[in-house]
C-alpha cells in the first residue's frame, strides 16, 4: 500500500503490516481476532493482576490507605476519561481511514491528536493541582482521609499528562491492528510501577518511613513508570522509520478532522466522566457505612475486573477491526466479527464466573490481611456483585459494536443510566429506608452493583438487537 504526502514523499506500508491488513479485512475472523485481542487480553489480565498487587501493597500499610487509594482512583479515573475518550474516537477514526487505505489521512489524524492531546492535558493540570483540596471537598472525601488525601491526589495528578500521551500513542497502534506493541509497553509500565511500589511498601515495613509518607511515594512509581513509557512512545512516534511519524506541520486542526474527533469523543468522554464521577459519588455514600466499606468496595472492583478487564481488551480488538471493515465498505463482515467477540466473551466470563466461585475466600483473605471485619465487609459487596459476569459480557461487546459504528451517543446513555438509574437510586433507597439499612447493611452496596451491571446488560442486548435489524432494513447488511 502506497500513497503521497504532502511534501509526495510516499508513505509505504511494511510487507508484514500490509498482510495483517488484508488478513483483518479478508482473512478469518476468529483468527485475526485472537490476533488482535490476545495481546490485549494478556495485558489488560496482567495489569488487573498487578492492580491487584497494589491493592494488596497498600493494604500491608492500613485500611486507610486502601480507602484514599481507591476513593482518588475513582476521582483519576474521571480524569483521564479525557484522554480515553479523545483515543477511542480518535482510534475510530484513524482505523476507518486506514481500512479504506489513505495513508495520507492517517498520518494527518496521528498527527492531531497526539498534540491536541498534549494541549488538552497541559491545561487539566494547570488547573487541578491548585485546586485539589477543594475539589477533593466538593467529591466528600472523608475528613479522616482528606489531609494525606490532598498530598495523595496532588502526585498522582502529576502522572496523567503521561498517561494522556501513552494512551494516544497506543491508539494509534491499535487503530492499525499492533498491539503486541501496545501489550509490551503497558507490561513495561507495570513492572516498573510495581517494582518500585514493592520496594516502597517493604521499606515501610522495615520502618523506614510511616504509612502515610509511604502512601505519597506511591504516586511516584505511576510517574516514573509512565514516563519512561513516553520517552519510548515519543522516540517511535518521531523516528524516520514510522510511516505516520508525527509533527507539527502534518496536524489538520480543521473541522473536517475536529468535527467527526469531537462528535464521537465528547459523548465517550461524558460517557466515562458522568460514570467515574458517579462512583465517586457511590464512594461518598459508602462512607456513611465506615471508611473501610470504601476499601472494600475498591477491593470488590478490582476483583469484579479480573473478569471484566480481560473482556475489554477483546472490545478494544472488535471496535478497531470493525471500525477498519466499515472503512473498506465491508459491514457484513464488521457485524460478524461483533457476533464472533460476543460469544468469545460469554464463554469467558462463564468460565471466570466458575473460577472465581471456586477461589473466592482465598482471595478475600489475601487483601483482609488477617482482619476478619474487612473480610466480611468485602465479602459482602463482591457476593453479589461477580453474578453479573454475564450480562457484563453483552454490555462490554455492544459497546464495541456501538463505538465502531460511531454511536457513541447511544453508549453514552446507557451508562448514565447504568448508574445514575439503576445504580445510585436504588442505594439510596436502601440506605435511607430504616428497615432496609438495617437488615442489608453493607450488602445493600453489593445488590446495587448487582442490579446496575445486569439490567444494563439487558439494555444493551436490546439495543444490539434493534441496531442491527435497523442496519438489515436499510440494506447495509
Do not use: W
Amino acid at each position: 500500500m502506497v500513497t503521497e504526502d504532502k511534501e509526495s514523499e510516499p508513505i509505504v506500508l511494511s510487507e508484514k503490516e500490509e498482510r495483517k491488513r488484508q488478513m483483518i479485512l479478508s482473512g478469518s475472523k476468529l483468527k485475526i481476532i485472537l490476533l488482535i485481542a490476545l495481546p490485549l487480553v494478556f495485558y489488560n489480565s496482567l495489569n488487573q493482576i498487578f492492580q491487584l498487587i497494589d491493592t494488596i501493597i497498600a493494604s500491608n500499610l492500613s485500611a486507610k490507605v486502601v480507602s484514599t487509594v481507591s476513593f482518588v482512583a475513582q476521582i483519576e479515573s474521571m480524569i483521564l476519561a479525557i484522554g480515553s475518550a479523545l483515543a477511542l474516537g480518535g482510534g475510530v477514526i484513524i482505523s476507518r481511514s486506514y481500512g479504506e487505505g489513505d495513508m495520507q489521512k492517517v498520518k494527518t489524524q496521528i498527527s492531531t491528536l497526539f498534540f491536541l492531546c498534549i494541549f488538552i492535558g497541559c491545561g487539566i493540570l494547570a488547573v487541578i493541582i491548585p485546586l485539589a483540596y477543594p475539589f477533593l471537598k466538593l467529591l466528600k472525601m472523608p475528613e479522616d482521609l482528606i489531609g494525606t488525601g490532598t498530598a495523595y491526589f496532588s502526585f498522582d495528578v502529576i502522572s496523567i499528562i503521561f498517561q494522556f500521551i501513552n494512551t494516544i500513542y497506543f491508539a494509534t497502534l491499535k487503530s492499525r491492528g499492533n498491539t503486541k506493541q501496545v501489550m509490551y509497553g503497558n507490561t513495561l509500565v507495570l513492572f516498573i510501577k510495581t517494582a518500585l511500589n514493592v520496594s516502597i511498601s517493604v521499606s515501610a515495613q522495615r520502618g523506614l518511613f510511616d504509612a502515610d509518607r509511604a502512601m505519597l511515594l506511591l504516586p511516584v512509581s505511576t510517574i516514573v513508570a509512565h514516563a519512561t513509557l513516553t520517552v519510548i512512545a515519543i522516540i517511535s512516534l518521531t523516528s524516520k522509520k514510522n510511516p505516520f511519524r508525527i509533527s507539527l506541520k502534518n496536524c489538520s486542526f480543521s473541522k473536517p478532522f475536529l468535527g467527526p474527533l469531537f462528535n464521537l469523543s465528547i459523548p465517550v468522554f461524558f460517557e466515562k466522566f458522568t460514570f467515574n464521577f458517579g462512583k465517586v459519588i457511590v464512594n461518598s455514600m459508602c462512607a456513611s457505612f465506615g471508611s473501610i466499606v470504601i476499601g472494600a468496595l475498591g477491593v470488590s472492583n478490582r476483583l469484579g475486573g479480573l473478569v471484566t478487564n480481560p473482556m475489554n481488551g477483546f472490545q478494544e480488538a472488535e471496535s478497531s477491526l470493525m471500525s477498519q471493515n466499515i472503512g473498506a465498505r465491508n459491514v457484513k463482515r464488521a457485524l460478524a466479527i461483533f457476533y464472533t467477540t460476543l460469544a468469545i466473551n460469554l464463554i469467558f466470563a462463564t468460565f471466570s464466573f466458575i473460577i472465581t466461585t471456586i477461589l473466592k475466600e482465598p482471595i478475600i483473605a489475601a487483601f483482609a490481611k488477617g482482619s476478619g471485619e474487612f473480610a466480611g465487609e468485602i465479602e459482602k459487596i463482591y457476593m453479589f456483585e461477580r453474578m453479573d459476569a454475564l450480562l457484563m459480557a453483552v454490555n462490554i461487546s455492544v459497546m464495541g459494536l456501538l463505538y465502531s459504528f460511531g454511536k457513541t451517543r447511544v453508549s453514552m446513555a446507557i451508562n448514565i443510566i447504568r448508574l445514575f438509574g439503576f445504580r445510585i437510586p436504588p442505594l439510596l433507597i436502601f440506605m435511607n429506608v430504616p428497615y432496609l439499612r438495617e437488615h442489608l447493611g453493607t450488602m445493600a452496596v453489593g445488590i446495587a452493583m448487582l442490579m446496575s451491571n445486569a439490567l444494563s446488560g439487558i439494555i444493551a442486548g436490546i439495543t444490539a438487537i434493534i441496531f442491527i435489524r435497523k442496519l438489515k432494513r436499510q440494506g447495509t447488511v
